[in-house]
Nanobody, 117 residues
Framework: QVQLVESGGGVVQPGGSLRLSCAAS????????MAWYRQGPGLQRELVAT???????NYADFVKGRFTLSRDNTKNTLVLQMNSLKAEDTAVYYC???????????WGQGTQVTVSS
């Protein structure tokens, strides 16, 4: 059973930056594709970015060039660096782990990001 705990959310002005972290425990992180999702007010949950155990990343078009996803497999952590934040980035951000071989996935509890002047 993998536990995912997000941190780093908060309130920031447009154009500002935040750094979200996801600490994983209870499993071997290299067996999982890691990702961040977000869910804005009244919206469906959407994929923000993914990263494989080897470090290959993919980003949603709406964050390309602004967000950077990285992982440290030795520390079992996932980091989403968010720059040039916009009001539309306001959402609850969720950490997600999907096993590479089995139909097993886990979600964190989410962390709120609010971009407002």
């Amino acid at each position: 059973q993998v536990q995912l705990v997000e941190s780093g959310g908060g309130v920031v002005q447009p154009g500002g930056s935040l750094r979200l972290s996801c600490a994983a425990s209870g499993g071997i992180l290299t067996h999982y594709i890691m990702a961040w999702y977000r869910q804005g007010p009244g919206l469906q949950r959407e994929l923000v970015a993914t990263i494989t155990s080897g470090g290959t990343t993919n980003y949603a078009d709406f964050v390309k060039g602004r967000f950077t996803l990285s992982r440290d497999n030795t520390k079992n952590t996932l980091v989403l660096q968010m720059n040039s934040l916009k009001a539309e980035d306001t959402a609850v951000y969720y950490c997600h782990a999907k096993h590479t071989l089995f139909a097993i996935d886990y979600w964190g509890q989410g962390t709120q990001v609010t971009v407002s002047s």
